[in-house]
């Protein structure tokens, strides 16, 4: 099967660039690999392959390895991706706290670490961040210099054409030109990306999306909002191995508000009700009776938030990225009921005599705690190894 399905017409240019990120990406997932390889496997022409490989050899983002087995004929010359090729780094911006990353070309981690923000303002997130980066790039020894971008994973709407926060309300901005900001403080190319969408890349390409062409990401935190009013919800769509935004970049944006399990109990149960989650935790446990409504009542609003989104896009995997193990213990059942029970999906699989349907796969991963970094970058890993950036079109 030919890896490029599609033709892609336009300027010699872009058609370039889009057969380079296919050779690209082929040897990240299957190299090392021969120039003849990389012809039969893309389909492109085998004079092309080797303009692209030379091109990238020159530029450093492959290298030759030796030769191969022969099959009959000369031994052909195998390559692979040059890891050292270039490096980047990823920051994660939480409500108390920075998380970051430096990675090499093939994504493997270089180093992480994490810097306390003293509070969410622009100023403070700035000047931790810039401490971050020296600390990440001591430990890593890799020098600010040789990082070629700066990938940024905010909670909250993100205008990344305009390189905006249009809207957080876990740091409590509005209209806040962050990339353009932290580029001029810390000397390096930003980019911005949805928390939820960073948790979605960072799944498809090293995590339990991994496989799937296309998946739905849920990101529910509990221990990281400091407010236990609402449950933070958010959700990045990953098509075809791009985090998709569409045409007004709000893809995945979800106007849904739901009840914070610590709010509920303590609106049902009063002055009994737990003071932490730990508590609210052990209690469900040892008095299941009087919290199982509770935790049933979040279960099917997660569900109706997710059946949504699987009706919409069909997706080959739904993962639920949380910073809150004990979800899988408490909804994850209800969850999955609530979708069965609402989704197309769920209603044809249960027809009879229906053969051959497979309903997505409903997955509950833990957040590590760089997790969202390295998602963040790996947007910009994909754009600096000449994975194109159709700035109008609505994949990013």
Known sequence: MLIMETLVSGKPQLNRRINASIVLNLLRREGPLSRADLAKRTGIRSTSISAIV??????????????????????????????GGLYAAGIEIGEDALNGVIVDLSGKLLSAES???????????????????????????????????????????????????????????????????????????????????????????????????SLLYVLVNFKRSRSYHLASLGCGIVLDGRSYVGEGQLAGEINVDIEHPMSAASRRLGDKAPRSL??????????????????????????????????????????????????????????????????????????????????????FSPLRQDTLARGAIVPELQELSLTPLLRDSVLM
Not at 161 to 188: C, K
């Open 278 to 363: 730990e508590e609210l935790f052990r209690a469900s446990r040892e008095h299941k009776e009087v919290y199982e409504s509770i935790w049933n009542a979040f279960a099917a609003e997660l569900g109706k938030v997710i059946s949504w989104g699987m009706d919409f896009l069909s997706p080959g995997r739904v993962i639920v990225g949380t910073d809150t193990l004990e979800l899988d213990e408490f909804v994850r059942r209800q969850t999955v009921e609530e979708i069965g029970a609402r989704t197309v999906a769920g209603r044809v699989k249960s027809l009879p005599g229906v053969l051959g349907f497979k309903t997505p796969e409903i997955v």
């Open 54 to 83: 030379e091109h990238l050899l020159t530029d450093r983002l492959v290298r030759e390895i030796g030769r191969g087995k022969s099959t009959g004929g000369r031994h052909p010359i195998m390559m692979e991706l040059n890891p």
């Open 115 to 213: 810097m306390p923000l003293p509070d969410t303002s622009v100023e403070a997130v700035g000047s931790a961040g810039n401490a971050l980066l020296d600390s990440l790039s001591k430990s890593s020894q890799i020098s600010r210099e040789e990082l070629s971008a700066v990938g940024v994973a905010v909670p909250g709407i993100i205008a990344k054409n305009e390189g905006q926060v249009i809207f957080s309300r876990p740091l409590g901005w509005t209209s806040v030109p962050l990339q353009l900001l932290l580029s001029a403080q810390w000397g390096v190319e930003v980019n911005l990306l949805n928390s939820a969408m960073a948790g979605a890349m960072e799944e498809y390409f090293i995590g339990a999306g991994h496989g799937i062409r």
